[in-house]
């Protein structure tokens, strides 16, 4: 495709300039999402049998189609997890796309794979998991999870008496979506403690003692949560290890949001017992400063990983030679051909220093609590609970939940900020309040204060 007649030149720098500039710009527009017909009505048809031309299709992204998306980066979009990857990683993410290099296995990603491993190595280090234990980088962390939960899986059934059987894990309402939805992807049930609040171990020791003895059978996984999506809460990871100990449970901790904050000094003994567990999952593109998209899965022992993702095929025997010997992505997670996206995060890493990661997550963690007391001392908000990591839920008195989504709308809209409702749940029920989530370390207490202030009558 090297040849088809375009002024490559010309593209390749207008694409580069729009790249710096779009790195460059720290506060862009926060986006206004349109409908798909009124999109139509601005660009047209885009495919055609002739081609619109580079200039012309570009023209169209930079001008119309990426002003209807949010940029995730900007520091008040504090909805959802925000993301806010290094200009590094950025650059590099291009590198890594202009340098096309297949990431599925030694033989033809060497190069490329040492760097993935050598940012890898540094997680593992974050962890504090045994030595021999080790990870590969996937598309996200619903990925990993389900690379984790299938080695789990084919794992249990290796004993007789649970060939065939339907697996069943536990975990908590804390748990991110994806554990439920990728249990039906492996064909496992998922049963439930009853608290969006820390998971303890004898909380969960209680479940198991409480299960019937068929489900007990078919118990093989416990999902622990090392930062929950909605509230920043860690579960018991020390007690939970303890308990999945006793009873021969596989242990996974999610830890794709939280991983995070392994590198935090302030918080890293909430994390304590995550050395101890079977897998861990963590995106680097939540709070690692990935671009999107960069999950991992980490395991204690990946020859597991391995027995139970390594493709087979007459196409794949090649990759069993000497001369390919080598680390194979491809057969720890369920992707065979594979981008290497952990080389933005290596370069990112190689750049700055792991320092300065400490120092972006801590900001995060600061900022989280700075807005905590801001919110304190004012009458028409409170927190629903002290901020953690680096998520804050509070509630705007005397708000009823319809007052939440239209100032969501309004404040979006206006290009003030991006700050979603979410549900908090707890002994009185379901009640509606506002989350904030800190990523980008340029958000600045002035950001907060000036969100809050739209909250005032
Ligand atoms: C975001 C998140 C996930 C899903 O990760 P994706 O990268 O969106 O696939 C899983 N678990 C937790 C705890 C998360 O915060």
Request: hydrophobic share 40%.
């Amino acid at each position: 495709m090297h040849n088809i007649d375009i002024d490559l030149v010309e593209m390749t720098l207008d694409v580069m300039k729009y790249a710096i500039n779009r790195i460059t710009n720290v506060s862009p527009s926060l986006g206004e999402i349109k409908k798909e017909e009124e999109l139509f009505e601005m660009v047209g048809e885009t495919i055609t049998p002739e081609g619109i031309g580079g200039e012309k299709a570009f023209q169209l992204f930079r001008d119309v189609l990426v002003k209807s998306t949010v940029p995730i980066d900007h520091p008040r979009h504090l909805a959802f997890v925000p993301a806010s990857p290094t200009r590094a990683a950025v650059m590099f993410d291009l590198v890594t796309s202009a340098s096309s290099i297949h990431g599925a296995y030694w033989m033809e990603g060497a190069g490329g794979i040492f760097c993935e491993n050598q940012a890898m190595k540094w997680l593992i280090s974050l962890t504090g998991m045994p030595k021999g234990a080790f990870g590969v980088f996937t598309s996200g962390g619903t990925a990993a999870n389900l690379s984790a939960m299938v080695t789990a899986r084919e794992h249990w059934r290796k004993q007789p008496a649970n060939t065939g059987r339907k697996g069943l894990i536990i975990t908590s309402v804390g748990a991110h979506s994806s554990i439920k939805a990728m249990a039906k992807v492996i064909d496992a049930d998922v049963h439930l403690v009853e608290t969006e609040d820390r998971l303890t171990g004898d909380l969960l020791l209680n479940e198991i003692r409480s299960l019937e003895l068929e489900k007990r059978q078919r118990l093989f996984a416990v999902v622990a949560t090392g930062g929950t999506t909605n509230a920043g809460i860690i579960d018991d990871l020390s007690g939970i290890a303890d308990v999945c100990r006793e009873e021969g449970l596989w242990y996974h901790v999610d830890a794709a949001y939280g991983g995070g904050a392994l590198v935090a000094d302030s918080v890293r003994h909430l994390f304590n017992g995550i050395e101890r567990a079977d897998s861990i999952t963590i995106d680097p593109h939540k709070w690692l400063f990935s671009p999107y998209d960069c999950g991992a899965v980490l395991y204690k022992d990946p020859s597991l990983a391995l027995e139970a993702h390594k493709q087979e095929g007459s196409y794949l025997d090649i990759f069993k030679d000497e001369g390919a010997s080598g680390f194979n992505p491809a057969d720890y997670q369920i992707q065979l051909t594979r981008r290497l996206r952990g080389m933005p995060l290596w370069f990112s890493l190689a750049t700055h220093g792991t320092d300065k990661y400490k120092w972006a997550v801590e900001r995060g963690i600061s900022l989280a609590n700075i807005a905590g007391e801001l919110i304190e001392s004012r009458p028409e908000v409170s927190l629903v609970r002290p901020p953690s990591l680096s998520c804050v839920l509070f509630r705007r008195e005397g708000w009823e939940p319809a007052r939440y989504r239209e100032w969501t709308y309004k404040n979006h809209k206006e290009g003030i900020a991006l700050v979603t409702p979410t549900l908090w749940k707890s002994e009185k029920g379901y009640e509606t309040v506002l989350r904030f989530c800190f990523i980008n370390p340029d958000t600045t207490e002035e950001d907060i204060r000036l969100i809050l202030d739209t909250l005032r009558d």
